[in-house]
Nanobody
């Protein structure tokens, strides 16, 4: 079992930055992927980024590439999502998820989810 808790969301103006955290507990010593997803009102949950706990393998959605950065702090069992140059279209509830079975791009494949944190970007 893995428990995930996100934090760091809030209201920010366009062009600003936020850093989200995903703290994991439970089975944290396996090198399973940890993904970031987001869901805007009325839209499906979409892939944002994914990392391994080693931080070696990281992929980003094209929509955030160059603006968002994933990092890992193994000592704190925490994965971060640094979001820069935020745009109004980045407004969504952001979730971290762990241990997918199959493609890490698909939200349906992830076993464990956090409760989500709301990011609102004003224009």
């Amino acid at each position: 079992q893995v428990q995930l808790v996100e934090s760091g969301g809030g209201l920010v103006q366009a062009g600003g930055s936020l850093r989200l955290s995903c703290a994991a507990s439970g089975r944290t010593f396996s090198n399973y992927p940890v993904g970031w997803f987001r869901q805007a009102p009325g839209k499906e949950r979409e892939f944002v980024a994914v990392t391994s706990w080693s931080g070696v393998t990281i992929f980003y959605a094209d929509s955030v590439k160059g603006r968002f950065t994933v990092s890992v702090d193994n000592a704190k069992n925490t994965v971060y999502l640094q979001m820069n140059i935020l745009k109004p279209e980045d407004t969504a509830v952001y979730y971290c998820a762990a241990d997918p079975e199959g493609s890490w791009r698909s939200a349906h494949n992830y076993k464990y989810w956090g409760q989500g944190t709301l990011v609102t970007v004003s224009s």
